[in-house]
């Protein structure tokens, strides 16, 4: 059982340029969230979903777009990249909204120079 | 949506317990308290959760006063490898709650475990 996969697990990326970070999950969750981490912060909301075609924001939504065509993947889209969106970020499922916890994937490190 | 409030950071030494407080003043009769963990900077890692009553698992137990303003995490007998950031955090158990499904992460308590 895989759990939750993301790719790439490092990236840099050049001011202004756009790519997508991959999120895939085998346990058949409904409810899957990006967040991204700072150094020595806690992690911020990005971005959620509840389930296929549902999406919503989160706490720093800004600069990012979701989709959730499918169950197993949430991409999250960077689409003009800024240094200010240097980070970890991490992608979540659970079932039952989070009842009985959420398992995270092991994060993309991002850097945008 | 009830703020929580931990120390930056404690100290134990392996083989002792490590309790982990956490105060949550402002939290609702309709939301949990829940204990995740990151260890370096890996993905963080569901811990425990709680409403009102004390819970304990395979990982540690959660000590929730009755008043419900405070609570403890107990890891009975802290290794080396429970060194990590531990992040306490309250969220609605009702589907109209704000908090309802998401996670919202404070700064936590830097756990160091020494020989």
């Known amino acids: 059982n895989a759990g939750v996969t993301q790719t790439p697990e490092f990236q840099v990326l050049k001011t202004g340029q756009s790519m997508t970070l991959q999120c895939a999950q085998d346990?058949?969750?409904?409810?899957m969230s990006w967040y991204r981490q700072d150094p020595g912060m806690g992690l911020r909301l990005i971005h959620y979903s509840v389930g296929a075609g549902i999406t919503d924001q989160g706490e720093v939504p800004n600069g990012y777009n979701v989709s959730r065509s499918t169950t197993e993947d949430f991409p999250l889209r960077l689409l003009s990249a800024a240094p200010s969106q240097t980070s970890v970020y991490f992608c979540?499922?659970?079932?039952?909204?989070?009842?009985?916890?959420?398992?995270f994937g092991s994060g993309t490190r991002l850097t945008v120079v | 949506d009830a703020k929580t409030t931990q120390p930056p950071s404690m100290d134990c030494a392996e083989g002792r317990a490590a309790n982990l407080p956490c105060n949550h003043s402002t939290i609702s009769g309709n939301e949990y308290v829940y204990w995740y963990r990151q260890i370096h900077s890996q993905g963080p890692q569901y811990i425990i959760h709680?409403?009102?009553n004390n819970e304990t698992n395979e990982m540690a137990s959660l000590i929730i006063t009755e008043d419900r303003k405070s609570s403890t995490l107990i890891l009975p007998h802290a290794t080396l490898r429970d060194t990590a950031v531990y992040y306490c955090?309250?969220?609605?158990?009702?589907?109209?709650?704000?908090?309802?499904?998401?996670?919202?992460f404070g700064q936590g308590t830097i756990l160091t475990v020494h020989p």
């Open positions: 955090i309250v969220r609605s158990a009702n589907a109209g709650g704000t908090s309802y499904g998401k996670l919202t």
């Open positions: 979540a499922s659970s079932s039952s909204a989070g009842l009985y916890g959420y398992t």
């Open positions: 709680g409403l009102k």
């Open positions: 346990m058949n969750h409904e409810y």
